[in-house]
């Protein structure tokens, strides 16, 4: 079990911040959440992740090496065109099985619970909303992130343009039933808007993100708004080793997608 702490609690230190890959020490903290805390769970290696070996978070480098290797093989666009198509394939796991029902016991309790992605928004070839991919991805499996924002309508967060990389187009962080879609801005930045957006106060946040950099803007936040923080960055993922690939077997697996969609 990997558990390590940074910081501590007092009144001169509002923030703790935990690593590890451990479920049973997450679901301990998570129950102390009540009516007061803000829980926000980031999505991908947090809630949910990918089963195929070219998506699995213990591939992200030689991944990032594969995509341009794909980039030359059939160009820029027509690699966008075969990854969202396999982006709308390829299945998700739940990363941590008792989540879910985690998430209803503190919905019953009456905590607020907030999901706060990376995800890009707005259109992206044929796809009018590409945030809708996440969406679809959630509704898989048994959660209802709406329940704690029924009264809240969708945000546009317009005061926050950002643009797409290797595209001139601009794109806004958008909150929706209960999911921010943060355009890869800062989490602790967009966190801000939104709860300057709302009426409601909290007084303790707990934050569950796989990066360290987001756990980071989550304290720096919390230190901004004298708001005490529990930062957990979760790192199961890194657990999932069978899908471990060298970079010569995903070339190997995109020559294969290439082929079946007639570009060569």
């Given amino acids: 079990m990997l558990l390590l702490f940074f910081g501590g609690c007092s009144q001169t230190e509002l923030v703790e911040t935990i690593v590890t890959d451990n479920d ?3 679901h301990r903290i998570l129950e102390k959440a009540d009516k007061n805390t803000l829980v926000i769970f980031d999505c991908d290696e947090v809630l949910i992740t990918p089963t195929d070996t070219l998506f699995s978070p213990v ?19 027509r690699a966008d065109d ?3 198509d396999i982006r709308k394939r390829y299945k998700f796991r739940l990363l941590n099985n008792g989540l879910p029902k985690i998430v209803k016991k503190m919905q019953t309790r009456g905590v607020s619970i907030l999901v706060l992605t990376s995800h890009w928004t707005g259109e ?5 909303s590409v945030e809708d991919l996440r969406k679809n991805e959630l509704n898989q499996f048994d959660f209802d992130f709406k329940k704690s924002w029924n009264n809240v309508d969708k945000i546009v967060f317009y005061e926050l343009p950002t643009k797409l990389p290797r595209y001139n187009v601009t794109r806004y962080p958008i909150f929706e039933n209960g999911i921010i879609f943060a355009c890869n801005l800062d989490k602790g930045d967009v966190l801000q808007k939104f709860l300057n957006r709302i009426s409601r106060k909290f007084d303790k946040i707990i934050f569950v993100d796989d990066k360290m950099k987001n756990i980071r803007s989550i304290e720096r936040f919390c230190k ?6 529990k930062c957990i960055q979760y790192k199961k993922a890194e657990l999932f080793n069978k899908n471990k690939a060298n970079l010569q077997e995903l070339e190997r697996e ?8 007639g570009f060569n």
Avoid: P, T
Wanted: charged residues 25%; aromatic residues 10%; hydrophobic residues 35%.
């Fill in 124 to 128: 992206f070839h044929n796809i009018k």
């Fill in 24 to 26: 049973g020490v997450l």
């Fill in 59 to 77: 591939n992200e480098d030689n991944y990032k090496k594969a995509i341009q290797y794909l980039n030359k093989k059939v160009g820029f666009s």
């Fill in 82 to 84: 075969i990854l969202i």
């Fill in 224 to 229: 901004k708004n004298n708001i005490e923080g």
């Fill in 254 to 261: 995109l020559n294969k997608i290439i082929d079946s969609h």
